[in-house]
């Protein structure tokens, strides 16, 4: 008889685990949850508001296993994760294979480490029923709220879409901050820096840069300025040196990693936790969902003997930081690695990096403050003798003992705009008050003031934990999900080209220069799409409640209650659902003249008919005319550079010149024209899609016939043999190569046959169907 088994939710884990103990024990993974709710149905009893757990099909093998193993041990190990998901999944099992929850052993520990597992295995507790509960509230919450809203909006917006309490509030952050940016309006302002020489004892003249404590709204202003400067004399005013210190941020949280490792090294929010969750299940960091920055001891005293190793006694400063947002527990530990001697580790690139980053970040929040003199001089202008009541400012630092800073600087954000702050820190020369500069170039350069800007993944993040919504395990499923669901998506502009004006004075002449720079660059950052919109602006006007950042706050704020068993989680879903219900009830029946996002543009003056923009079947569409006349509405769909919130009459209008005939070729029309997949060129009942440099009201006879051309080479490219006794069976070339295409489905060839796919006989190709297909047409 088997006397231990351990169970975990990974095989990774399971396998890392395993190396550690003896022969006594085997270690089983449940593959995550082994009972959730079912995909397709509420699962709830709308009575009790009690879940109907089931076993998914794709499970019941496993489980079989699982009830085998623990059968035949003696004493069985539930070892999933610490937190409250982790906690459910082991009550599940407790459930799934006739545990019994008052005698199973749970083990809990914050790294996948020999010691760390032996001394779990050396005190276990019991199932704690609290965080269970706190689960299993988030879980029914979140049912409830997805499978009442989802049908609403199937009704009043469009089929197929779907809501969710978190979800929909982080779309809700992403639209405001849209109607922000584009209700902005940027004004100019101009800054003016400048370089000047100071003479040194030696007769050599040394440099000094600084910028003017006055921003210019005007361009007169900023000409009337460099003719004062022309005649002007430059001296110090005053000198003053601060002594400054810096202190190291604190060990990674859930967020703090997912944001820095975003602005560090690029990786999305989802990527991060993969790579993280790798590392956590080979031994090389601790548990990678925690919102605590406690560090355990046993690390502080490992870091204080690294560093010393490293750098020397004078860089360790042992320190433990304080957790301060809601609901952190402080029994667990900020994400650091499991061995801090291991500077390094095996592995991929992006575990490396990660791995680099996480020790840093641990061994600085362990290291001494930097101590750093600041030096600000105040330069005075004086024209004629007297002053101009302007002043340039120059500033320096001097790093007196780098500390931390030898190896981490935390990232100031991940705003990629031109900062507005004063110039880049420097060295300055030696200097004293009175001391007079000689000016060598003074430049006013023309800047715009900059609104909000659009949220990347990573201060999404950073806003969603600032207003307490969701906690370290849903940022990442959260962000996924609202691209997925296409309400939200990522900017791939670079930006506009934008002039801006210099004017340089030299000696006594002051030169005007125009340049150019890209301005308004969307990259990356997160835009709603106008189905996101559309539903954010329902939900916002019919459950204000759920839209509501305080409400989605405070929900996490009764989950972390229940956690603590100071609430019943079946008396918190029963008070939200009696508010809930009545207000999906009332929306569903409530009739409205227009679905939701519907907007009357105007009347075409041609018809005399009106002129909407909605959401179609496919998306967003242009309508001229409505259902209730007798002529059939037309309709053209919206490009994808325009917005269901800006597009105009004139503009919607444009669209209906399509289709267009620009000509024949081969004795045959040629179209241009749009569909669902963007503007295409119809010739002899074959379509060819425009590419997006061709504007299809401008596009010639000539482009479009070399476009026709260039997709008849590609098809002959493609086509390899046919059979005059079959005219279902085709010979291809595909991206992976050669394949069978037969009555609609698609068949692999063998890896031999490839070579000779041109002259394959009939009864080969038969063969290859009669296996079966490899994917549909």
């Known amino acids: 008889m088997q006397k231990n088994l351990v169970i975990v939710e990974s095989p990774a884990k399971a396998k890392t685990i395993e190396k550690f103990l003896g022969d006594d024990f085997k270690v089983m993974s449940s593959y995550g949850h082994i009972r959730d709710l079912k995909k397709k149905e509420l699962s709830i009893n709308i009575d009790s508001l009690e879940p109907d757990y089931e076993i998914p099909e794709e499970k019941e ?101 779907s809501a969710g309490r978190v979800q929909s509030v982080a779309v809700r952050l992403i639209v405001e901050r849209e109607r922000e940016i584009q209700a902005f309006k940027s004004e100019t302002y101009y800054r003016v820096n400048g370089i000047f020489a100071i003479t040194n004892p030696d007769g050599s003249a040394t440099e000094v840069k600084a910028e003017l404590g006055t921003r210019f709204k ?8 460099l003719e004062q400067c022309k005649d002007a004399t430059f001296a ?53 969902r925690t919102d605590s ?16 190793r490293l750098w020397g006694e004078r860089y360790s400063r042992p320190r433990q930081y304080q957790t301060h947002s809601k609901g952190a527990q402080e029994a667990h530990e900020a994400i650091r690695p499991t061995y801090m001697d291991a500077t390094e580790i095996e592995g991929t690139a992006q575990e490396k990096r990660l ?78 008050k009175g001391q007079e500069l000689t000016r060598r170039e003074i430049t006013a350069t023309e800047r715009f003031s900059q609104g909000p800007s659009r949220y990347t993944e990573a201060s999404l993040v950073h806003k969603l934990e600032e207003l307490g919504i969701g906690r370290p395990s849903t940022y990442a499923p959260t962000i996924s999900t609202i691209q997925q669901r296409e309400y ?16 340089i004075l030299k000696g006594k002449t002051v030169t005007q220069k125009t340049r150019t720079e890209m301005a308004g660059s969307d990259k990356g950052k997160l835009l709603p799409t106008d189905i996101g919109i559309v539903v954010n602006d329902f939900l916002m006007q019919y459950f204000p409640g759920i839209m509501d950042y305080n409400f989605t706050a405070k929900v996490e704020q009764k989950f972390d209650e229940i956690a603590e068993g100071g609430e019943k989680w079946t008396t918190m879903m029963k008070d939200f659902y009696n508010d809930f219900e009545p207000i999906v009830e009332k929306t569903m029946n409530t009739r409205s003249e227009h679905k939701a996002g519907e907007r009357l543009l105007g009347t075409d003056p041609d018809s005399g008919r009106p002129v909407f923009v909605k959401i179609g079947r496919f998306g967003p569409v242009i309508q001229i005319g409505s259902a209730d006349e007798n002529e059939k509405p037309r309709f053209a769909q919206l490009p994808s550079d325009k917005s269901m919130e800006s597009i105009t009459l004139e503009e919607a209008l444009e669209l209906f010149r399509l289709p267009r005939e620009i000509g024949e070729y081969e004795g045959m029309k040629v ?28 596009i010639t006879l000539e482009t479009a016939v070399n476009l026709i051309i260039d997709k008849r080479k590609q098809e002959q490219q493609r086509h390899i043999k046919a059979f005059t006794e079959e005219p279902k069976l085709e010979v291809l070339n595909g991206r992976y190569g050669p394949y069978l295409a037969y009555d609609g489905k698609n068949f692999r060839l063998p890896k031999n046959m490839h070579e000779r796919a041109a002259e394959l006989t009939l009864e080969e190709c038969m063969n290859i169907i009669k296996a079966g297909p490899t994917k549909k047409k």
């Open 61 to 161: 093998k496993l489980v079989k296993e699982l009830k085998s193993n623990a059968k035949k041990a003696e004493t069985v190990w539930l070892a999933s994760d610490e937190d409250r998901e982790g906690e459910a999944i082991s009550w599940h099992l407790c459930e799934v294979l006739g545990l019994d929850e008052k005698k199973t052993n749970r083990i809990v520990f914050h790294e996948i480490t020999k010691p760390a597992i032996l001394e779990a295995i050396s005190h276990p507790r019991r199932l704690n029923m609290d965080l269970v509960n706190a689960q299993q509230a988030r879980r029914v919450l979140d049912r409830l709220v997805g499978f009442k809203l989802s049908p609403v909006l199937w009704r009043k917006v469009k089929p197929a879409l």
């Open 218 to 225: 005007t361009h007169t202003e900023v000409e009337n300025f």
């Open 236 to 288: 110090i005013e005053s000198i003053t040196q601060k002594p400054l210190k810096r202190t190291p941020a604190p060990p990674f949280t859930t967020s703090t990693l997912q944001q820095e490792a975003a602005r560090k090294l690029g990786f999305t929010v989802s990527q991060t936790m993969m790579v993280a969750q790798h590392l956590y299940e080979n031994g090389r960091i601790t548990y990678m």
């Open 293 to 308: 920055v406690n560090l355990s001891s046993l690390c502080i005293n490992a870091s204080k003997e690294e560093i010393t």
């Open 355 to 432: 791995y680099d980053l996480i020790w840093k970040r641990t061994a600085a929040s362990q290291m001494t403050d930097a101590e750093i003199e600041k030096t600000t001089v105040v330069i005075g202008i004086e024209q004629t003798s007297v002053p101009t009541g302007h002043q340039f400012i120059a500033t320096g630092e001097v790093v007196k003992f780098d500390g931390f800073l030898k190896v981490y600087r935390e990232s100031d954000g991940d705003d990629d705009r031109q900062s507005d702050d004063t110039m880049s820190h420097h060295l300055l020369p030696a200097m004293h």
């Open 488 to 503: 939200v998506h990522k900017g791939d502009r670079n930006g506009e080209e934008r002039t801006y004006t210099v004017n």
């Open 671 to 698: 179209t241009i024209g749009t569909g669902r997949f963007g503007p295409y060129v119809l010739h002899n009942k074959k379509y060819v899609s425009l590419p997006k440099t061709e504007d299809p009201m401008t």
